[in-house]
């Protein structure tokens, strides 16, 4: 186990509960209701700060997606934004609760495919998980001691709009890729303590099978090749899946220094890391017209792409 810990490339991570709420024997309703708690205080937080880097009133968003896997809420965390910022009591919402580490990448698929369908208009996808939540205290599998050795909580927020005059990167396109049954290889069981960690240590062989049919048809599609992308935006599952994306893209030439920083200094936050990552991109401020690859896989199993220019 120590060395699983040691290994796994992450040197830090944040929770929304204390250590020793970690490690205590609570129920599964305890743990959720401290999931509902914090989770209606990082939406806010991560909604707000968003809106304070680009000066946009929250009754200005006209599309609302919030996404996470971790935890259980009815309503969904979207409702307590609308009342908490008074937001249009007309603004279009989504929760999207199935979709594990894919549902970051879902979200701005989803908000793109909105604005594309609806001129000058503004959406924001808030990316909300704790896995720490899902902590199973008397699990002693080998699957639970690597989600606990990899995992963090985390929230992020992602602004898009469709207005003329917007700034910021541009989504040129965007896919999803859904693997044949492979159902079973990640993902939860809800058991009577909470959410068991399903995941397949085969994971890193098969997004390595599937790789060439993931990449190179969509960038062909979009008339470009992997050596026109400057900027790889890539989710970090985990040491393993990085270190096997780390080895196909080799070839071309490039790195993914940036996944591998947010993994060691978040850990996997399951759909918000991707989002940390693409952060960490836009804050460099690109060259204007630099091209960057998204990707992220998930549950089903499946992988999302969005493909950026700058």
Known sequence: MLKIFEGAGVDRRYSIMDAHEVFMKTSFEERNDIYVREMKQLSRKALQNALDKVNWRADSIDFLITVSCTGIMIPSVDAYLINDFQMKQDVVRLPVTEMGCAAGVSGVIYAKNFLKANPNKRAAVVALE?????????????????????????????????????????????????????????????????????????????????????????????????????????????????????????????????????????????????????????????????????????????????????
Do not use: W
């Open 130 to 310: 704790s896995p720490t939540a899902t902590f199973q205290l008397s699990d002693y599998s080998m699957v639970n001691i690597v989600s606990a050795a990899i995992f963090g909580d985390g929230a992020a927020c992602v602004l898009l709009s469709s207005e003329e005059n917007s700034e910021g990167a541009t989504i040129l396109d965007e896919a999803m890729y859904h693997f044949y049954d492979a159902t079973t290889m990640m993902g939860f069981k809800l058991v009577n303590t909470g959410l068991q960690m399903i995941l397949d240590k085969e994971v890193p062989q098969k997004i390595a099978d599937h790789f060439p049919q993931i990449i190179h048809p969509f960038l062909e599609k979009n008339g470009k090749t992997i050596d026109q992308i400057d900027h790889l935006i890539f989710h970090p599952g985990g040491k393993k899946i990085v270190q096997t994306v780390e080895t196909l893209f080799g070839d071309s030439g490039k790195n993914i220094d940036d996944t591998k920083e947010t993994l060691r200094l978040y850990g996997n936050m399951s759909s918000a890391t991707v989002l940390y990552v693409l952060e960490r991109f836009m804050d460099k401020k690109p060259k204007k017209g630099e091209l960057g690859l998204m990707l992220s896989f998930g549950p089903g199993f499946s992988a999302q792409r969005v493909l950026i220019e700058f």
